[in-house]
């Protein structure tokens, strides 16, 4: 796991120091701080930074899970799985895994954006505090959480001096002249006038918490409220400055509204700004009663944007509303792109809302994304309303993203593999959002069961499986009169059941979907039912049925014209039940094969597992050199696309190398990193005899080098280990090639001693303890 996750600042902190310094003295005193405030003061940002000042005292790092996107409260443990870099594939809750992570480590959480899901977010962070003895969160959101024990940090607008300087500073950021009388960027602002003044008047200093329009700031928007070092006040221009002093005591010091107005400042002076204010406040005080006036004044900093935009732009932001994380200008061609809105033109007004600080831009592995921040998506959501059209983008927005998902099925299999992770990686938020779509929708029932089947390769591929089951089981449990949708979604279900241990779902899901594709004619459904059957009989040991039938699949994939990372996979698992019954030739023979087609095609996720059968045939052989160059590369692949279980085999067969090379104490710390691992797998090693020999085998001569007690201390220093860590590990080791196996010892040979499965295995292996 990386120490941080933090973003990067974009810009400057502009003041703040005193409420930086409160902050991070709390963190000193309480467990659970949680900073609260209106949308757009700015609590995100001062919350991020007290956290990187923070990191030092946090062994174990921190995290930050951003909640704001999230629309279904079960996904809720699985963003914070996510935030702490966690990939679970076990059938347990992911509570208690998140429970058993934390349980010994010291890092700080923070979570942003919760206040919509409160009454979920609060007995979870209740939990983790008191099984979590090292754990300390925080919060950040519009109202608290009411947990035992939490320390509230009601963040009031920004003083005058700093709302001065922030605006001054933001407005030389977008091209607009020095204000008059204030310092130039990067100084503190030097008034007129009023030395020695203090800040705000008294109807300035509120919270304003739980109302408002926005749900918070998103990460990253160049909110400058940060505190950094007090400058040297450089004088100011007599008489000029009670105009800026004025507008921001309009704007009442909040961050996003001053953002807005200084995006205006290279358009309008200081004096215009403040008498189309003035409409803006009569026209919108009017029009809400009731509201309190600092969210009046943020409702009117917007909507004064909003009218200084012009009418495409105003289109555009209201439809950019739709997307519930960062998007890229393509997808916003075909979402928000119509008669209203030529796709040629939507660049420029991208540019144009870019300008005006209503969007950020991040600069990814991926190209150029764009995010709107939450409090003005929301308002652009209320126009969306106004118009109507809601649930329309809504649809366009899972049709480009349902078109996404059936592009990136169609590249797994490609040189862009690499690339199809990454962007699944990224469009999740909007993937989870058009997989809700279809599901609130029962005539969508069908398009979610094939979306849900079309992830595959997110679920099992990129370390997904516990999520993946979530959405298969929602989409299976409706009924969309669409057979091949839901026969894809079934066998799907069954892979990743398969995967988790989970026999008794893996079985029900395949029966079914063999029994619907037998009855329906769908060749193709039946043979991934019938091949994944044969996983399950390979995890389980029958290794004899495991061959036959995931051979029976391979020729009914042969004959339909099916070639994919499936079916390569398919013909690895061939070679391992042959390899396990002891037919090394054989198994390094198919994998071979498959290395063939992966570097002809550009496949790397099914080369890893050929590579991982092709170190165990090199261990086999005594061929430690090569056995560790194979596997290093599959650690390193697997590791790279997050799949876990991939990962965990092969670290688990470099342990059984790393001894025959002479190396005990580092193979005894790698079986420690294996086995914690293997909790987020599910059950060791799959329960299966034949994939624990290995573990066994490095167990007993690891011990009989070390002895037990120094043994024991290894394997727990590599308990302690992250996944990242772990990898790092088993990638830099390169025992001593002076040092190994005794001169003319041969391999281990790991199944050629006993019977598993119909097949040679290892008799010792069974009498040793599991770990």
Known sequence: MRRSNLPAELNRFVGRSTEQAALTALLDVSRLVTVVGMGGVGKTRLALRAAAGAQKRYVDGVRLAELAPLRDPELIEYALAEALDLTDHTTRPPREMLVEHLAERRVLLVLDGFEHLVEECAPLVRELLEQAPGLCVLAVGRRPLRVAGETVFPLAPLAEADAVALLAERAAEAGAPALPGVAAPHGAPALTGAPGRPGWPAHGSGTGIGSGIGIGIGIGSGIGIGGSAPRSPVPARPGAPDAVRELCRRLDGIPLALELAAGRLPLLSVEQMLHRLDDRFRLLTDGARGALPRHQTLRTAIGWSHELCTPEERLLWARLSVFPGAFDLEAVEYVCGGPELPAERVLDLLGGLLAQSLLVREDTPLGPAYRMLDTVAAYGAEWLAALDDTERMRRRHRDWYMGLATWCELEWFSPRQAEVAARTEAALPHLRAALDLCLELPEDAHLAQHLAGTLWFAWVGCGRLSEGRHWLERALALDSGHEEARLKALWVLGYVAVLQGDGTAAVAALHECGERARSSHNALAEAYATHRMGCLALLTDDLPRAEELIGRALEEYRALGELNSNVLMGQIEVALARAFRGDWDGAGALCREVRDICEERGEL????????????????????????????????????????????????????????????????????????????????????????????????????????????????????????????????????????????????????????????GNAEARRLPHR
């Open 605 to 760: 996720w099914a080369r890893a597992y050929a590579l991982y059968v092709l170190g165990f045939s090199a261990l086999d052989r005594g061929a430690y050199a090569e056995a560790r160059e194979l596997l290093t590369e599959a650690v390193v692949i697997n590791h790279t696309f997050r799949d876990l279980v991939g990962l965990v085999l092969a670290i688990e067969v470099l342990a059984l190398v790393t001894v025959c090379q002479g190396d005990p104490v580092g193979a005894a710390v790698l079986q420690g990193a294996a086995a914690t691992l293997w909790d987020a797998v599910g059950v060791r090693l799959f329960g299966s005899v034949a994939f624990d020999a290995p573990r066994t085998l490095c167990q007993r001569r690891s011990e009989e080098a070390l002895g037990r007690e120094a043994y024991e201390a290894a394997y727990r220093e590599g308990q302690a280990l992250s996944a990242a860590e772990a990898v790092e590990l088993a990638v830099a080791a390169r025992p001593d090639p002076t040092t190994g196996a005794p001169a003319g010892e041969s391999a281990p040979r790991p199944f050629r001693t006993a019977k598993v499965g119909g097949g040679p």
